[in-house]
């Protein structure tokens, strides 16, 4: 199944968060992947410390928001509600996992076009 790279990333609009800074953004983006933030929040959820997933998830969503990697952001706000709502995030930790390997695929592709 191919990925439809609008589905995980606005690059518009992180354009214009960034003032249409596009060398700024690829550098951003190379930075998130770089920086481990899938580690991160593995090595939580493997941990089992509820609080540090949630403090790896709310990391992981505001650097998310703030390069328009939309599927990432949604993902871990399902994954903050369900915590704040004592339910089981499980199913929300494998999308994240899924939606994270598909969202640095656009990254990398996006990347190797410029």
Do not use: W
Not at 22 to 41: C, H, N, P, S
Not at 59 to 78: H, M, P, Q, R, Y
Not at 83 to 94: P, Q, T, V
Not at 95 to 100: G, I, T
């Amino acid at each position: 199944m191919e990925i439809n790279p609008k589905d995980y990333i606005n690059v518009e609009e992180a354009l214009a968060r960034l003032g249409g800074n596009r060398k700024l953004y690829e550098r951003l983006m190379q930075q998130f992947i770089d920086d481990g933030y899938t580690a991160a929040v593995e090595n939580a959820f493997q941990s089992g410390d509820e609080k540090e997933i949630s403090r790896q998830v709310h990391a992981l969503k505001g650097v998310s928001a703030n390069l328009s990697f939309t599927k990432v952001t949604s993902t871990c706000i399902e994954i903050e509600n369900c915590i704040k709502s004592g339910l089981d995030y499980a199913d929300g930790m494998e999308k994240l996992r899924e939606v994270l390997g598909k969202t640095e695929r656009v990254i990398a592709n996006y990347l190797a076009e410029r």
